[in-house]
């Protein structure tokens, strides 16, 4: 597993295929917590993705071993459930 510490507010994360996936908030319990702006139609909280995932972390990207439209669906909310919108 990559060394979530050397993840920093404001770092792209991006799928395998270089898809962005969101931008970093910080990092909080072994997850990706994303900026508001990246949570899709939940603009009005975080949502997370688990720092298993993180296959790099180079400059100023994190790179995810999912591709990007595998990775959105992986996204969690802050209580570790899938997004809502997932199971409608």
């Known amino acids: ?26 990092v909080e319990d072994g997850r990706i917590k994303m900026t508001k702006a990246d949570s899709g139609s939940h603009d009005d909280h975080h949502h997370y ?6 296959a790099s972390v180079e400059g100023n990207q994190v790179r995810l071993s999912a591709a990007g439209d595998a990775a959105v669906l992986l996204e969690e909310e802050k209580d570790g459930k899938p997004i809502s919108d997932l199971r409608e």
Do not use: R, Y
């Not at 920093?8 to 996936?21: N, Q, W």
């Not at 993705?49 to 993180?54: A, D, E, M, Q, T």
């Open 1 to 26: 597993m990559t060394d979530l510490s050397q993840i920093t507010e404001h770092m792209e994360v991006i799928g395998a295929d270089g898809v962005h996936i969101g931008t970093v908030d910080k």
């Open 49 to 54: 993705i688990s720092g298993g995932l993180v």
